[in-house]
């Protein structure tokens, strides 16, 4: 009789311990859920107003294809910081890239594209942006500490302006447009 009693003690006593295990796992799940949803939450850019990109079909960006971005500045009193976004494959044959860069939007006079040079590779041939695999992907800063006219939407146009037509190896264009800290 003792010992049925001492078995069945021992399995009360199994039995709290598995219930007490299962409830430290279900807390620390929380803990661990609350904490991943914090850092994911707090890794967005506060300065960010547009990050966007287009993809260039086939790979082969024509003259006629001029990439097109809006945005909206609720604050012109603040400076911005302007960047072109490219991704290019390996087979692309150039050292830097040519683009027009045409402007729109309240108090900005319509006037030529502006032309700028992205540098690409260095003079020994090595790739400056970001890779991955055979892509490489740049953010190229053309305008810093820029203060919008005034309040309203402006529009931009990026058109590539190489000899190649089409310009091949080119996967995204894009712009953004942050904040200056």
């Excluded at 319509?110 to 890779?131: D, I, V």
């Excluded at 695999?133 to 309203?152: A, D, E, H, L, V």
Aim: hydrophobic share 35%; charged share 20%; net charge positive.
């Amino acid at each position: 009789m003792k010992l049925v009693s001492c078995i069945s003690n021992t399995n009360i006593v199994v039995s709290r311990n598995k219930q007490s295990f299962r409830n430290d796992i279900k807390r620390w799940f929380v803990i661990l859920l609350f904490g991943l949803i914090t850092i994911v939450s707090s890794c967005t850019d506060p300065g960010r107003i547009m990050d966007e990109n287009r993809s260039v079909a086939n790979h082969n960006w024509s003259y006629g294809n001029k990439i097109k971005f809006d945005v909206q500045i609720d604050d012109p009193a603040i400076a911005y910081n302007l960047y072109f976004n490219l991704r290019v494959t390996a087979d692309y044959r150039y050292s830097n890239m040519f683009v027009l860069l045409y402007e729109g939007g309240p108090g900005i006079k319509k006037a030529a594209p502006t032309r700028f040079e992205l540098k690409l590779a260095s003079p020994t041939g090595e790739w400056l942006g970001k890779g991955s695999g055979s892509m490489y992907s740049y953010q190229i800063p053309f305008k810093t500490n820029y203060r919008f006219p005034t309040k309203g939407r402006y529009h931009f146009e990026i058109e590539q302006n190489m000899r190649d037509n089409p310009l091949r190896a080119v996967n995204d264009v894009g712009l953004r447009v942050a904040k200056a800290q």
